[in-house]
């Protein structure tokens, strides 16, 4: 009875006019007057930018260190480093790319304790991997570096980051396996390259798992571009007492000269510019892509080492190389996530071929072009006789110029 009393009274009392209220904005104005902000750029061109770099800097290094004959490679690794110094301090003062260091947690007890050690690694298998370039064929560094994902998980177990496993230990097997059969197969074999490389890759295998181990936890995760800028300074000086005792002795102005100036800030600007693309690739593709890039540049270089070196690589080898590479590409995506993946690529491929039978067929020819002139390309030298290009080409221009040779 109470309750509606109270609700009688209520109804009956009067409301007094209520002040009008602003009526609230149904649409931010600042962001009615911002202009649309510019598409991004599509993830493919991130990718072609990355493959293309990481295959020049490759390139680049083989043909300074072997066809320009630049005997100093730890000096050619000291400047990469002394230049990826300055740049990643100017970057930090003038962009934004490096404002992810603000969020470590470095401290000069965490520099002497992860940093310089690992720095220590990170040296050690730069100086073997660009030794090897003296010995050994782009070809054959590639397919043996095939073999990393092997040493990092052989290191993690050594060094107690992670328990043995049988079954991961078999599904690796397949890559160990086929970098040995390709190992046989090679022509141009130099043990004194094979150890270098080895050793790099180990090296290498053992930073990453000091890493994973020293700045695993949130306060100490950092992009390629930061890794750079602090271990760049002390690889620096690592890989400079190494040349002073090495190679600084023997070298000469003149062998400077000979490569040139611009060919030696051209190679670091490369081998720079790769670092800064690594950033953009892992922040707009997935894991899958990242795989991918790296067996389809590893490809690339193959074939760039038999088109440019005239690379001699063996049907063995190429049959080697491709249970390496689909071990590898196993190990990384899993049974499960793989076979979803071919599942939905065939998919998309049938549904290209209806709308583009054409183009399809045209694909499909040009890949089996470019199989047949890597496995012919690989089998000729063999059987082609071993010519001097410019020795014949002399020849033919004196007898057709009716010159003796004297």
Not at 9 to 36: D, I, M, Y
Not at 187 to 203: E, K
Not at 242 to 266: C, H, N, Q, W
Request: net charge positive; charged share 10%; with cysteine.
């Amino acid at each position: 009875m109470a309750i509606e009393e109270k609700e009688r009274v209520s109804g009956e009392l009067t409301r007094a006019p209520a002040e009008p209220s602003p009526v609230l904005p149904t649409v931010n104005p600042a962001l009615e007057k911002s202009e649309p902000s510019k598409p991004a750029l599509h993830p493919s061109v991130y990718v072609i930018a990355w493959i293309s770099l990481s295959s020049s800097v490759i390139l680049f290094n083989k043909w300074i260190l072997h066809t320009k004959e630049f005997d100093f490679p730890v000096i050619l690794t000291t400047w990469h480093l002394g230049f990826a110094t300055l740049m990643t301090q100017i970057l930090a003062r003038t962009t934004t790319l490096l404002d992810g260091r603000k969020t470590v947690k470095m401290t000069g007890r965490v520099y002497l304790r992860a940093i310089v050690p690992i720095g220590f690694f990170f040296s050690l298998s730069l100086i073997c991997g660009n030794l090897t370039y003296l010995y050994l064929s782009v070809a054959f560094i590639q397919m043996l570096k095939a073999t990393t994902p092997v040493a990092v998980l052989l290191a993690s177990w050594s060094l107690g980051v992670s328990q043995p496993n049988m079954k991961v230990l078999f599904n690796v097997s397949f890559i160990v396996i086929g970098v040995v059969i390709a190992s046989f197969g090679e022509l141009q074999f130099v043990l004194i390259g094979f150890i270098f490389q080895v050793g790099g890759i180990a090296f290498e295998a053992v930073r990453l798992v000091m890493v994973q181990r020293l700045l695993s936890s949130a306060e100490y995760k950092m992009d390629p571009l930061v890794s750079l800028y602090y271990f760049a300074p002390v690889c620096t000086v690592m890989n400079l007492t190494v040349s002073l005792f090495m190679e600084i002795p023997r070298l000469t102005m003149g062998d400077i000269y000979k490569v040139g100036l611009f060919t030696l800030l051209a190679n670091a600007m490369v081998a720079f510019a790769l670092n800064v693309s690594v950033v953009f690739l892992i922040g707009k593709t997935s894991s899958l892509v990242l795989t991918l890039c790296g067996v389809l540049k590893d490809i690339l270089l193959v074939a760039a080492s038999m088109m440019i070196w005239q690379t001699p690589v063996s049907g063995l080898q190429f049959f080697g190389y491709s249970i390496a590479l689909g071990g590898l590409m196993y190990y990384k995506l899993g049974a499960d996530q793989l076979k979803g993946y071919l599942s939905h690529g065939g998919q998309m491929w049938a549904e290209y071929g209806s709308k583009h039978p054409a183009m399809r067929k045209a694909i499909v020819f040009g890949v089996v072009l470019v199989i047949l002139f890597l496995f012919l390309g690989g089998l000729a030298p063999r059987y082609a006789p071993n010519i001097d290009t410019l020795a014949y080409l002399q020849k033919t221009r004196n007898s057709l110029l009716g010159h003796n040779p004297v």
